[in-house]
């Protein structure tokens, strides 16, 4: 089906490096892929992201698009 001597060569088992250790193996155009992160030492994926709102970010975009709670509540309960 794909035209011959136009496309990369394909490695099946391409070895994912993290820190110098192998993490899995993914089909590519490249032998050896090294990566920084990957789902096994995201804060996403391993559950140990904390969300801290400093700022008070909520609060801000409800005081700039003049909602007040009672109006959030009430559009929440219509959705």
């Not at 490695?11 to 920084?36: F, R, W």
């Not at 801290?52 to 409800?62: A, Y």
Request: aromatic share 10%; charged share 25%.
């Amino acid at each position: 089906m794909a035209k011959k001597d136009i496309h990369p060569e394909w490695y099946p088992e391409a070895k994912v490096y993290c820190n110098g250790e192998v993490v899995m193996t993914v089909g590519s155009t490249q032998p050896e892929l090294n990566v920084d992160v990957w789902s096994g030492n995201h804060p996403f994926y391993t559950g140990t992201q904390k969300i801290i709102d400093t700022e008070g970010r909520v609060e801000r975009f409800m005081r700039k698009y003049g909602m007040t709670s009672e109006a959030a509540k009430d559009t929440a309960a219509e959705g």
